[in-house]
């Protein structure tokens, strides 16, 4: 039946046909094409999950949201027959996007309050377009830089995606509950290998012809990532949320306990892949966190506990494992107080990046680009894989002076919001969110000095989800203190204090 309108308001009947008659049509082409699919080219699959993706997203059908966040780890390079794009995860992506935006243009609402609200989301379209300007206006265009404006664009796309879609508390939840579900999960096929004293055959699989790029097993778990670093890097950005989640009071018992068992299997993974930066990135968030953010003196003995066990646990496991292979514990210990090949390697990459920076030092040589300009002065080394391993140095070798500048008062600005959030009374929920941002936001900056990270698109998109959620959050919180005020009544979610 169609809905009344108001008085003089003509009705949208193209509209109403597409919410009424938009998902059979779709069923019926999925079906078609899912039945045709052995008789058509491979490519077909990415082009059926792109069509699916881009449907679900358009009626907001929430499972397709949180299938993506529990997929959020796996993003291999995928070549499926004569499909152009190999990255197909970045790709879905913006076809999410593409169905969000979709939906608001079709019911009419405002673009403007979604693309251009906040000091961050600002920052973020201004640092992306200074991005394109370095790598295609005044640098030749590169196919790295072609690749990395693509990873990019689709990190600010969903959070878009996220930020138009997510519109309750009830969905921040299970958002939370299904990243947790997810992060374990990694961690046991992290815990596997060390089972199996290798990578283990379901790995080889899913990094089918990329085999050049895996390095020999040391011990070190990877679980669904291609290097030890980026897995580390991701469960960083969990960490802070998982904290937050088990020391709340307003998300529930089993959301609390969901976050005490993420925060030590976590823990414990970021421990076993010995990831110096990563470590140190985890060590000064802790502190932090046990500064300002667990107020509650038996909390914080049991926060201590919890890590002072995985690292017990983890250092036993280390001993064992090395063992197995032949290597000695005191190996594994050197990585926090040697100068590996790898470390003395990183000084010369780091000469480097400056040289490039002030041989452009106002836009730099193009947002991506490094790695091309890098390898071919290293003698015998590998095409096209060395990075900066330094965040400052990548952002001044590539983007110049001012995508430095930009890049770091987005950051400025978004820990000054969660800084904000933890010292106003605010509602239990944004807390949450302002200490997970908070978290993530200096394990960027303290990693960053020896690695980067935003290039791989597993944390790429976990960092922009932790944008999205917190804004969210903030929305929800602005809105109920709004009614609040209105109708002389506390918000609900903010009559409890904070972690």
Not at 96 to 112: H, I, Q, S, T, Y
Not at 352 to 365: D, E, K, R, V
Request: hydrophobic content about 50%.
């Amino acid at each position: 039946m169609m809905k009344k309108t108001a008085a003089g308001e003509q009705p949208n009947y193209f509209k109403s046909w597409v919410e009424w008659s938009g998902i059979p049509i779709a069923i019926a082409l999925l079906a078609t094409l899912t039945i045709t699919l052995p008789y058509t080219s491979p490519a077909a699959v990415p082009v059926i999950a792109g069509l699916a993706i881009l449907v679900a997203s358009f009626f907001r059908y929430d499972l397709l949201l949180y299938f993506m966040v529990f997929l959020l780890p796996v993003a291999p390079l995928l070549q499926i027959g004569d499909f152009p794009v190999h990255d197909v995860v970045s790709l879905m992506r913006i076809l999410m996007f593409a169905g969000v935006l979709a939906k608001k243009l079709l019911d009419g609402e405002p673009l403007r309050q979604w693309f251009w609200r906040s000091r961050i989301e600002k920052l973020a379209l201004v640092f992306c377009l200074i991005a394109v300007i370095s790598a295609t206006v005044t640098n030749p265009v590169d196919p790295a830089s072609i690749r990395s404006l693509f990873r990019l664009t689709s990190y600010v796309l969903f959070y878009y995606s996220l930020t138009g879609w997510l519109n309750s508390e009830a969905q921040l939840r299970r958002m939370i509950g299904v990243l947790f579900a997810s992060t374990i999960t990694i961690c046991v096929l992290g815990f596997d290998q060390v089972i199996l004293n290798d990578f283990g055959t379901w790995f080889y699989w899913l990094y089918t012809g990329q085999e050049q790029y895996i390095e020999p097993w040391q011990t070190r778990i990877t679980s669904v990532f291609l290097h030890v670093n980026p897995f580390a890097a991701y469960l960083n950005l969990v960490l802070p949320l998982a904290l937050a989640a088990g020391t709340s009071l307003v998300l529930g018992s089993f959301l609390r306990r969901a976050g005490r068992i993420c925060f030590f299997v976590a823990t414990l993974a970021l421990l076993l892949t010995q990831s110096r930066g990563a470590f140190l990135g985890f060590v000064c968030f802790l502190g932090i966190a046990l500064w300002s953010v667990v107020k509650q003196k038996s909390a914080r003995s049991k926060l201590v506990l919890t890590v002072l066990m995985a690292f017990v646990f983890a250092a036993i496991v280390v001993q064992v494992s090395s063992d197995s292979v032949g290597t000695t514990t005191a190996s594994a210990s050197d990585r926090l107080t040697g100068l590996d090949e790898t470390t003395l390697t990183r000084i010369y990459i780091y000469a480097t990046a400056w040289n490039l920076f002030t041989s452009a030092p106002f836009l730099g040589i193009g947002y991506g680009n490094f790695k091309s300009r890098l390898n071919p002065s290293i003698a015998g080394g590998p095409d096209n894989v060395w990075d900066t391993h330094n965040l400052y140095l990548k952002l001044l070798s590539e983007t110049g002076t001012i995508g430095f500048l930009c890049f770091m008062a987005l950051i400025f600005f978004a820990v000054q919001q969660t800084r904000q959030s933890l010292k106003d009374n605010s509602a239990q929920l944004q807390r949450v969110f302002a200490v997970a941002l908070l978290g993530a936001l200096v394990s960027l900056l303290v990693h960053g000095l020896v690695d980067v990270m935003i290039d791989v698109p597993q944390f790429g998109s976990l960092l922009w989800l932790i944008f999205a959620m917190f804004t969210v959050a903030n929305r929800i919180g602005q809105k109920e203190a709004a009614i609040a005020n209105l109708s002389g009544i506390p918000a609900l979610s903010g009559s409890r204090q904070g972690c």
